[in-house]
């Protein structure tokens, strides 16, 4: 059971936006940084967005991070098909002295 | 450019160790935590642990008792150990190098590879 929540699954039509919730405590969001994952099936997850809003060279700047108190917040603009990924937040938990991943959301384009 | 190289069995009989031996090329032992992740089939990424310079170790709770992780730098390799395997360690393990942050703790995953499947069945 993961300590941080995400909705199951969100759809938007191409061209729309996106937004995923990740929802810790302050052992883990709280007091440290959060990153997030895109998962294609087959594929090693991909690298989006580090220190809760930092995007690696070669991430588009469509993608987007942020985080409040103890919540972060994934947006994706102008969707395409190829966006349709599962997608993870993650991040490290003081209290368990563990990485923790989210639930996991799937994104679906309409 | 980093990259890492899982391997393994591919199969493994209940109540055995499950051994699996993550490549890495491009960086050396000091340069990130080197990690496991698993994604058992239709369920979500879980970390495993995370080892650092062959020495500092990190371990998930839930799989503490069972997992050893370590590494070897004259080959440029770490390896996982899983003892007691069940049927719900069936998954796909990746391998990872995960930066740290100045509080010396992991943080992201800037590199995988690209998993292997591991199956325990009779």
């Not at chain 1, 994706?76 to 990924?85: F, M, N, V």
């Not at chain 2, 496991?36 to 990424?45: F, S, T, V």
């Amino acid at each position: 059971q993961s300590v941080l929540t995400q909705p199951p699954s969100v759809s938007a039509a191409p061209g729309q936006k996106v937004t995923i919730s990740c929802s810790g405590s302050s052992s883990n969001i709280g007091n440290n940084y959060v990153s997030w994952y895109q998962h294609l099936p087959g594929t090693a997850p991909k690298l989006l967005i580090y220190d809760n809003d930092m995007r690696p060279s070669g991430i588009a700047d469509r993608i987007s991070g942020s985080k409040s108190g103890t919540s972060a917040t994934l947006g994706i603009t102008g969707l395409q098909t190829g966006d349709e990924a599962d997608y993870y937040c993650g991040t490290w938990d003081s209290s368990l002295t563990a990485y923790v991943f989210g639930t996991g959301t799937k994104v679906t384009v309409l | 450019q980093v990259q890492l190289q899982e391997s393994g069995p591919g199969l493994v009989k209940p109540s055995e160790t499950l051994s699996l031996t993550c490549t890495v090329s491009g960086a050396s032992s000091s340069s990130y935590f080197w990690s496991w992740i698993r994604q058992p089939p239709g369920r979500g990424l879980e970390w495993i642990g995370s080892i650092y310079n062959s020495g500092r170790t990190y371990y998930n709770p839930a799989l503490k008792s069972r997992v050893t992780i370590s590494g070897d730098k004259s080959k440029n390799q770490f390896s996982l150990r899983l003892s007691s395997v069940t049927a719900a360690d069936t998954a796909v393990y990746y391998c990872a190098a995960q930066e740290y942050t100045w509080m010396a703790v992991p943080s992201w995953f800037d590199y995988w590879g690209q998993g292997t499947l591991l199956t325990v069945s009779t």
